[in-house]
Every structure is written in C-alpha cells, then in structure tokens.
C-alpha cells in the first residue's frame, strides 16, 4: 500500500470505529501530536487516547481531501468532524451529548508501511463554544 492509502485506510477505521484495525496501521513509535495538550509517544500512549477519545466524544468525518507531497512519506487530511460529546473530558465543558460539526485537519506521515506521525488541527475555542451553546 502507498502512504496515501494507509492514511486513508486508516480514516476508514476511524469512521467505523475499527480501533484494533487503526492500531494496527500505527508504527509502534508513533508521535502523536494533539491540538492541544502533550505529544505522545508510541503506541501505548496512543492507545490509551483512543480509548479516552472513545468513551467522550462519538466522531464521524466526512468532506475528506487528502493531499500527498512529491516523496509520498506525508500526507495532509483535510475534513469535517461531525460529533457528539458523551462524556465530559477535564477541563472542558460538562457533556450532555451535544452534537458539533468542526472543520478540522491533520498531517501524517509514513515510514516502513505504518503511521510514525500524527499531528491534529482544529479550533479548540469554536468547539468549545460549539459545546457550551448547547
């Protein structure tokens, strides 16, 4: 598979909530940098975020673009988080199962045929409104 099809393997995952088969695209020294907070480092760590992700928020993304760069080792997502927030997460606002729709991005990037960088994009104060509205 080329980059650009393991990140888009990988999304698929994600939209069907396939967690094993996410991790299993994921180097197991993944950088996973956050739109806030601390990066995390290896696939532990990354797990547990999925798991946590998991049990607050309900995802689904959809007006998804990919782009590649000429080597083909990165590739950017462009797309829509359609959401709902389940559980509160600390520091934000209480959840009620608020639903949110956020234009969001990501970049990643591929060695030895898995996901060794993820980095998120979104804006942190229009889903916080998003939320608190609700």
């Given at each position: 598979m080329t980059s650009l099809e393991i990140v888009q393997k990988y999304y698929k995952c994600f939209n069907e909530q396939?967690?094993?088969g996410m991790l299993a695209l994921v180097h197991t020294d993944v950088r996973h940098e956050p739109n806030q907070g601390e990066v995390r480092t290896g696939i532990t760590k990354f797990t547990e975020f999925l798991q946590m992700m998991d049990e607050a928020y309900e995802e689904k993304l959809t007006d998804m673009v990919f782009f590649t760069e000429p080597s083909g080792s990165r590739v950017a997502a462009e797309f829509t988080v359609n959401g709902i927030?389940?559980?509160?997460?600390?520091?934000?606002?209480?959840?009620?199962?608020?639903?949110?729709?956020?234009?969001?991005?990501?970049?990643?990037?591929?060695?030895?045929?898995?996901?060794?960088?993820?980095?998120t994009y979104y804006n942190l104060p229009l889903w916080t409104s998003l939320v608190s509205e609700q």
């Open positions: 396939d967690w094993k927030y389940k559980k509160a997460d600390e520091g934000f606002p209480p959840a009620r199962n608020q639903k949110y729709v956020l234009p969001a991005a990501a970049f990643l990037e591929v060695k030895e045929g898995k996901i060794s960088r993820v980095t």
